[in-house]
């Protein structure tokens, strides 16, 4: 462990990891432009980061976890980026989602540099995040990848080197597919036992273990039951990764009409003020057709 640590970016699932870290024994560096959000890592045992150059000048692997393709060029390549404090050797993690094209972009203007980059998207949701039980699947240099293990393995539970890269993202984006597929199957099945007339709690226990069990139903549907919108993630970050889905699949040309339809159901509900609430928030827009909404539990 004697690799110190730099974290930038500490939001819903930056918290989680950042602490898991601490945890773990690394000496830590952090930032979060939002200084507030540093506060309670650095009352255990964090140190404070002036700028993301300055964390990467006091750090050996500086891991980056912000919302979007702009912010992870800002914090990397910017006025105040790490390239302009790290030195040639050092690794850059970013566990961001991004687009898959911009990560090769990024680790090329790096590498110039002499600096390192892995792409390592996670998905678990800020459960994960917390808990330490995230999917890493992670993009770039077999050498690179092993050296970063130990940190991989004190944030994740599976952790899967998929390619070089730009891959990490490429199946981060996989992913998401499959989370808002799952999602709107859920929530299209509550509707229907919900006009069924049949009880929700029962009909959860029924199916939740079943071959129409996921791990989106098992997390997801109670918290409907109990219209509790509090985010794992939230329906403008869900957005975000839905879009550079739907840009890199019209690259590719491949057709994904259930995400462009999960798509555009979650815009309803951001031009409704609901973009914060968690992305299982999806059955409200299918409330709103319907004209019913799926009853709280007693």
């Known amino acids: ?12 699932m930056g918290q989680g990891m950042a602490a898991n870290l ?12 939002t200084i507030t959000r540093m506060q309670d890592l650095v009352a255990q045992g964090a ?19 912000v919302s979007d393709t702009p912010d992870v060029q800002a914090v990397l390549l910017g006025e105040q980026g790490v390239i302009h404090g ?7 993690i970013d566990c961001s989602t991004i687009s898959p094209q911009a990560t090769r972009e990024l680790a090329a203007a790096l590498g110039e540099k002499g600096i390192h980059m892995l792409d390592a998207p996670v998905s678990g949701g800020s459960e994960g995040a917390a808990k330490g039980t995230l999917s890493i699947m992670v993009g770039g240099d077999g050498d690179q990848f092993a050296r970063a293990l130990p940190i991989f393995q004190a944030m994740g539970k599976t952790i899967t080197h998929v390619g070089g890269h730009g891959a990490g993202q490429t199946v ?37 273990q079943g071959a129409a069990g996921s791990w989106m139903f098992t997390n997801r549907a109670p918290q409907i039951m109990a219209r509790d919108w509090r985010p794992g993630f939230t329906i403008d970050l869900q ?4 879009r550079l889905v739907l840009e890199a699949a019209d690259e590719l040309g491949v057709p994904v009409p259930v995400t462009s339809l999960v798509f ?10 609901e973009g ?4 299982h928030a999806l059955i409200k827009a299918l409330e709103h057709l319907a004209g019913f909404e799926i009853a709280p539990k007693a």
């Open 276 to 279: 914060s609430e968690g992305n």
């Open 1 to 12: 462990m004697s690799e110190r640590i730099g974290f930038v970016g500490l939001g819903i």
């Open 172 to 208: 981060k984006l996989v992913n998401q597919v499959l989370v808002v597929g799952n999602c709107i199957a859920m929530c299209e099945a509550l509707m229907f036992a919900q006009a069924g007339g049949v009880d929700l709690q029962k009909t959860y226990t029924a199916i939740s």
């Open 86 to 92: 790290a030195r040639p050797g050092a690794l850059v």
């Open 239 to 242: 957005q975000k990764d839905l």
């Open 47 to 65: 140190h404070a980061g002036a700028s993301p150059a300055d964390v990467a000048a006091r750090s050996d692997i500086i891991i980056t976890c």
């Open 264 to 273: 555009q159901l979650y815009r309803t509900l951001q031009a409704r003020g």
């Open 22 to 33: 601490l945890g773990a024994g690394f000496e830590l560096t952090v930032w979060n432009r």
